[in-house]
């Protein structure tokens, strides 16, 4: 372990060791996957990394990039005694065009810095996970992050236009161009969502786009979580693109009443559907009656308009507040995350109540539904093993239960460790190979973060290239 | 080119059909003749051809409509070529799901007709008559409509590819999200058929506009005209934006085109303000087509990105350089035509472009130029990665070798 080396690039204090430093960086936001890096380093630059990952491959040390640790699928966790390179010092904003609406910013800025930034310019960056206080865009990047407003404005993968990427052997690549108009192989597009498997992201060229002029808040009250879901289905059909429609159960709404978050939400609601349009002002009137005629045809007890921005935020704190008020309920919050067709959310919805139910479980939903993107959350408390295998087989059926009407078991969460070992329930053999082909362009020694996203059941080791005749290939 | 032997030919209708196989006059690619197709008739036997090739390592040219057959480099060593038009078809459109699912031959015009019955709009730009859903996917194509559609790559959920070997695979799903695994759809989505074929895809669809409407101009200042079209294609309902340049010459007239599409009120809205704003007037939808069929017009064109406010410059100076153009300025991207065909005007565009913040592409030029240069222009730094990709997923080079940037 190249301990001495890491010390003398980054600095004493930015290279951890002790185990009490070591602690903190056993897991990332998904907390039962615990694995504890061999040493952590802050590089406070692009020269840094590229240092460090030098080292690492000099002293056969895998390494893993990390940045805020919010991530909910182990992505960030450290397999086979890695050293973790952590992006939080590297977070300055270098540039800002407005004209040309793009910003570079390094890879540990925290992803609503950006946007409060560009404010002032009449900006912002459109991307919004939930957890925007404090995740970089580096883990978003990583995990191609959603938000509740990736409806109508996409995630992260449609505002990537160029990265820096350290690559696993130290050599530092520029991919894409602030033009966004793709010049050979996408690899921009590849990178974003390879869950830091496939370089470090040390620059990134992001896309700002202006603040609508005219954005509405409306709240519908439902009598269950599946009628609410019903009008998801009946806006999306009718062609509709709202900005946001986010669906809060009634389990939920109970949580967030009794907490701080406190949105005065009716208890006896039996779910909230959260609708949001943005666009010209004009237009977005007319959207808002044919919103309320939908959502009253689906069975909605009552559709109210925010009238200021203080009810507004009112309405959004519902969603907002969920995760903390979960968070009170048990020691421990399972955030499940899979995506189904739109059309199937009623059905699945209960699906997934009913199992929740049936092993026992306090499940509650708060979800991306405009997207068909599920979050079904568990409280649990770990120390109870009997509870916790009942939490993982009810992840497991309702993973199942997605993927059998035609959905997928992560729409942004990613799959890191948690679900690597589910992803032959998407994908077979030949599928995995097509990815390990990626993989193998980029990190042909599988050192950079290894033992995710690939099932370990199977070889999980690199692709034999002699295997493959590349040594007769007719390119050299 | 070396015919293929007949002892591939054999195991090639052994595993596609005899029916599969066609002799005919040669067709040149560049130009390089090639008198054999192979169409599979359906996406298994892709495959088992495919796997057949490998093991002959023989080289094809894929071939969807063959609208666009002429862009990329030189092929370096290609028999055959290999036609995408038997898996044809939509198999799946949920018009209460704004997605659809066809084989990679289906006609974008028939695709585009069938979802359109039912309320959605196809996000593929491509007019062309012959263009098929995987040679649209295939070259990333996009057109002035990509303002409002965003580009291919947005529209693609999920792919079924062979890949060289014969190896049938699928990536991305049929949901609007979706971080199960790599993107890989992006990597094919724009590779030019150098990754894998193509068998199927998942797309998702627009809304159909409750209103459209067509506004042309006919500005006298290219600088001026620019300015204008830029700022009218940021406005909420812009689809589309066009601006066209003939060659430099006193008194010769700009067009200048704006397509919007949205909401009614919206559309009225922003069409009373454009009018004033570009003197402009409402004309029949079919300007916007006729404007871009300048695109392929030309002995030699480049593509030209650029940063929004360095694409004056860039038209300036290609322009001065004898070029006509065309200009999508909502997009960053221009194509220039010269009636000369040197490969000093694609230098001059290359350098131009770069200037600009940009990239060049040769999107057409006689094969005797395209042998002196790369119509990728400049790829440098990443062109290890593009090769170490194009050996991995395609080991003997089976698929279009020596197409693709760096002549991979
Ligand atoms: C009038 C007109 C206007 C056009 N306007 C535009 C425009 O504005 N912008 C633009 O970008 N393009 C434009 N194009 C180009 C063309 O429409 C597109 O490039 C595309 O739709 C080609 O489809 P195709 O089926 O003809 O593909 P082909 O020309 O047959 O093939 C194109 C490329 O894709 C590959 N390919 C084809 N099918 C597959 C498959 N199934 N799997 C893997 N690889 C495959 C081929 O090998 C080739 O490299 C235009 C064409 C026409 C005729
Ligand atoms: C309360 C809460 C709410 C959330 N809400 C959402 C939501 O709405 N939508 C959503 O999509 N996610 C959400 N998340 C998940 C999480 O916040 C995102 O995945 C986020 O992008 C992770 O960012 P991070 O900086 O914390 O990354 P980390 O957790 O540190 O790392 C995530 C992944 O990114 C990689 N990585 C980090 N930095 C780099 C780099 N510079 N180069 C290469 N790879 C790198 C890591 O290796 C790892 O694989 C939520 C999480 C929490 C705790």
């Not at chain 1, 942004?412 to 362009?441: C, N, P, Q, T, W």
């Not at chain 2, 390089?32 to 094809?60: K, Q, Y």
């Not at chain 2, 350098?351 to 400049?378: M, N, Y």
């Amino acid at each position: 372990m190249p301990i001495d080396e890491l010390r003398s690039i980054v600095g004493a204090a930015n290279c951890l060791v002790s185990d009490a430093e070591l602690l903190a960086y056993e897991c990332d936001g998904q907390t039962l996957h615990a694995s504890r890096p061999s040493a952590v380093v802050l590089p406070g630059c692009r020269d840094e990394v590229v240092a460090v990952v030098k080292a690492c491959r000099a002293g056969g040390v895998p390494f893993v990039p990390r940045g805020a640790g919010t991530g909910l699928s182990g992505g960030a966790t450290a397999c086979d005694g890695a050293v973790v390179i952590e992006c939080s010092r590297m977070q300055r904003i270098l540039e800002v065009d407005a004209e040309n609406r793009f910003a570079v910013v390094e890879p540990g800025l925290v992803n609503l810095a950006l946007s409060q930034a560009v404010a002032s310019l009449g900006l912002f960056y459109a991307p919004d996970p939930s957890s925007q206080l404090v995740c970089t865009l580096g883990g978003n990047i990583a995990e191609n992050s959603g938000g509740p407003h990736t409806l109508k404005h996409g995630t992260t993968s449609n505002h990537v236009l160029a990265l820096e990427l350290v690559l696993p052997d130290g050599e530092v690549v520029t991919l894409g161009s602030p033009t966004g108009v793709v010049h050979g192989f996408d690899l921009v597009g590849a990178v974003v969502g390879s869950e830091g498997t496939l370089g470090v992201v040390t620059r990134a060229t992001l896309r700002l786009v202006p603040i609508p002029d005219c954005v509405e808040t409306l709240l519908g009250i439902f009598p269950d979580v599946v009628t609410a879901c019903r009008a998801v289905g009946l806006i999306i059909e009718s062609g509709l693109v709202p900005a946001a429609l986010e669906v809060v159960d009634d389990r939920t709404i109970a949580a967030v009443e009794a907490s701080a978050y406190a949105a005065g939400l009716p208890r006896d609601a039996g779910a909230v559907l959260i609708i949001e349009l943005d666009g010209p002002a004009r237009a977005v009137a007319v959207q808002i009656e044919r919103v309320e005629a939908l959502a009253a045809q689906a069975g909605a007890s009552r559709v109210d308009v925010a009238r200021d921005e203080a009810e507004r935020q009112r309405f959004w704190r519902a969603r907002k507040g969920a995760f903390g008020a979960m968070g009170r309920l048990a020691p421990d919050l399972y955030v499940h995350d899979a995506v189904v067709p739109r059309s199937r959310l009623p059905e699945i919805i209960a699906r997934v109540c009913e199992i929740g139910d049936r092993h026992g479980l306090t499940l509650c939903n708060v979800f991306h539904a405009g997207d068909g993107n599920l979050h079904p959350n568990i409280c649990f408390d770990r120390r109870n093993a009997e509870e916790l295998a009942r939490v993982v087989a009810a992840g497991e059926e309702i993973l199942r239960a997605c993927v059998a009407v035609g959905g997928v078991i992560t729409g942004e969460h990613g799959i890191g460790s948690e679900k690597k070992e589910y992803m032959d329930l998407v994908f077979d053999e030949a599928d995995l190979e097509a990815m390990k082909l990626l993989r193998g362009a980029f990190d042909p020694d599988g050192v950079c973060n290894p033992g995710k996203l690939f099932p370990t059941t199977r070889s999980c080791v690199e692709s034999n290239p002699k295997a493959r005749g590349y040594d007769e290939v007719p390119f050299a | 080119m070396t015919a293929p032997s007949d002892a591939l030919l054999q195991a090639l209708e052994r595993v596609a059909g005899a029916d599969a196989l066609a002799h005919h006059t040669p067709e040149l690619v560049d130009d390089c003749a090639i008198s054999l197709t192979l169409r599979p008739p359906d996406a298994a036997a892709l495959g088992r051809c495919l796997e057949v090739l490998s093991d002959a390592r023989t080289g094809v040219v894929v071939r969807g409509g063959a609208s666009r057959l002429g862009l990329g480099n030189v092929p370096r060593a290609a028999a055959l070529l290999l036609d995408t038009r038997g898996l044809a078809g939509v198999e799946s459109f949920e018009p209460a799901e704004g997605v659809c699912r066809a084989g990679a031959g289906t006609p974008l015009s028939v695709l585009r007709e069938k979802v359109r019955a039912g309320g959605w709009e196809l996000p593929l730009d491509p007019p062309g008559a012959g263009s098929t859903l995987g040679g649209a996917i295939a070259s990333g194509a996009f057109g002035p409509r990509a303002q409002g559609y965003g580009m291919p790559r947005d529209a693609v959920l999920g792919l079924d590819v062979a890949l060289a070997t014969g190896a049938r695979t699928r990536c991305g799903g049929r949901v609007v999200k979706n971080v199960t695994g790599y993107d890989l759809c992006k990597l094919y989505t724009g590779s030019f058929g150098a990754l894998g074929v193509l068998e199927a895809a998942w797309l998702r669809l627009c809304p159909l506009p409750q209103m459209t409407v067509m506004l042309e101009a006919r500005p006298d200042d290219l600088d001026a005209a620019l300015r204008a079209a830029l700022a009218a294609s940021r406005r909420a309902t812009a689809r589309a934006v066009a601006l066209h340049a003939p060659a430099a010459r006193p008194g010769a007239p700009l067009r200048s085109v704006v397509e919007l599409a949205g909401d009614s009120v919206a559309v009225e809205d922003e069409r009373a303000a454009l009018c004033v704003a570009l003197e402009a007037e409402e004309v029949d939808p079919s300007a916007l087509d006729e404007l871009r069929a300048q695109q392929a017009a030309g002995e030699l064109v480049v593509r030209v990105s650029a940063l929004a406010t360095r694409l004056g410059a860039a038209a300036a100076a290609l322009r001065k350089a004898g070029a006509e153009l065309l200009i999508y300025p909502g997009l960053g991207v221009l194509y220039a035509s010269f009636a000369a065909t040197t490969a000093n005007a694609f230098s001059l565009a290359v350098d131009i472009a770069v200037a600009a913040g940009g990239a060049a592409r040769l999107e057409r030029a006689p094969a005797a130029l395209k042998r002196e240069v790369d119509v990728f222009g400049e790829l440098a730094a990443a062109l290890p990665l593009q090769r170490a990709l194009k050996v991995r997923f395609d080991p003997v080079g089976v698929l279009n070798p020596g197409r693709s940037a760096g002549r991979l």
